[in-house]
């Protein structure tokens, strides 16, 4: 039975010493640390902790410092008072914690958020056709600076980004997305493909690497893969 304690609120080796104390009676810690064989310092931090649960009586008048059993009965009964006091507490904090939950599966359940960035206005109408289409929603941006603009108001789950932008290098977008959103998924599209391009993009750990042209659908299969990652 000496399992079952720690149903009632006590660890494993708060249940050992408060069992060995009931064989004990009253001693001092330094007693029931050889009898059980732990150090003597974590066997008075246990005791200490069983006198604080109400427990054990903690005789600190005597030298050394003795404990003292409190009954089966009683001590069991403290313990269950102690639960139910964490229970009336879990209750009062249940509101906000199914509040929370039902905002996160709502969250789940919503429709994924693309950041889409590039200066080319039939790249940007088209692509974001397809994606809302598909169901996505969709920010757009022609600029970096507009980019974080959309980024620092809402949270997106992807971002896709043109490489080359009016008024910044994408690979540098790439570092202040990810400040705004350390979980974004970000996709690099460029008309410029070439080995130092797709060796800077593995440098910076972007998820994907798209070249012009593409079809709309492939992109779109790459985004809900990463998505999944």
């Known amino acids: 039975m000496l399992d079952r304690l720690p149903d009632y609120g006590l660890s494993e080796i708060q249940a050992k010493v408060y069992y060995r104390l009931l064989k004990l009676g009253k001693t001092s810690s330094i007693r029931v640390a050889k009898d059980i064989g732990i150090h003597r310092s974590e066997t008075y931090r246990v005791l200490r902790e069983l006198a604080q649960k109400g427990i054990v009586i903690e005789h600190s008048d005597s030298r050394p410092i003795l404990y003292e059993p409190k009954p089966p009965e009683e001590a069991v009964n403290a313990l269950l008072q102690e639960r139910a006091k964490e229970f009336e507490g879990l209750k009062k904090d249940m509101p906000k914690l199914v509040d929370w939950l039902n905002a996160r599966a709502k969250a789940s359940k919503s429709p994924a958020s693309v950041l889409l960035i590039d200066d080319d206005d039939t790249i940007r109408k088209n692509l974001s056709h397809a994606l809302r289409t598909d169901g996505f929603n969709v920010d757009l941006a022609q ?42 998924k970000q996709i690099i599209i460029t008309g410029y493909p070439s080995i130092q391009n797709a060796a800077q993009a593995i440098d910076e750990k972007v998820n994907g690497y798209v070249t012009k042209p593409f079809n709309p659908s492939d992109l779109i299969l790459k985004i809900r893969e990463k998505l999944q990652a």
């Open 143 to 184: 600029d970096g600076q507009e980019a974080l603009v959309r980024a620092h108001k809402r949270q997106h789950d992807v971002a896709l980004i043109d490489i080359r932008l009016p008024d910044m290098d994408g690979m540098g977008l790439i570092k202040k997305l990810r400040t705004e959103n350390p979980e974004i």
